[in-house]
């Protein structure tokens, strides 16, 4: 069974920075991308950033200049740097993962998709 664990959420000033951490564990042969995504109450979710196994990165115009997304591959582990953070950024932050359980899903181009149980951030002074 393939888990994301989250942390890293919390209570932030407006202006104030923050880390999130995604680490995925369980029977993974490859992942092929894994990405961070956010729902506010009463709104809609929506995609913050992703990234892909190559390394290449994508951004909601919203954060863009302000979050980052990198990942450690060793770890299986995705991170989300946080600045500049507004009170439009509170949400519930999820992490989502596409990967392969098998040599024969990876060479097919078959993923699964998993997703982690989400982290508050609060940005509010």
């Known amino acids: 069974q393939v888990q994301l664990v989250e942390s890293g959420g919390g209570l932030v000033q407006p202006g104030g920075s923050l880390t999130l951490s995604c680490a995925a564990s369980g029977s993974i042969f490859s992942i092929n991308a894994m990405g961070w995504y956010r729902q506010a109450p009463g709104k809609q979710r929506e995609s913050v950033a992703g990234i892909t196994s190559s390394g290449s990165a994508t951004y909601a115009d919203s954060v863009k200049g302000r979050f980052t997304i990198s990942r450690e591959t060793a770890k299986n582990t995705v991170y989300l740097q946080m600045n500049s953070l507004k009170p439009d950024d509170t949400a519930v932050y999820s992490c989502?993962?596409?990967?392969?359980?098998?040599?024969?899903?990876?060479?097919?181009?078959?993923?699964?998709?998993?997703w982690g149980q989400g982290t508050l951030v609060t940005v509010s002074s």
């Open positions: 989502n993962m596409a990967y392969s359980g098998s040599w024969r899903e990876h060479y097919s181009y078959s993923y699964r998709e998993v």
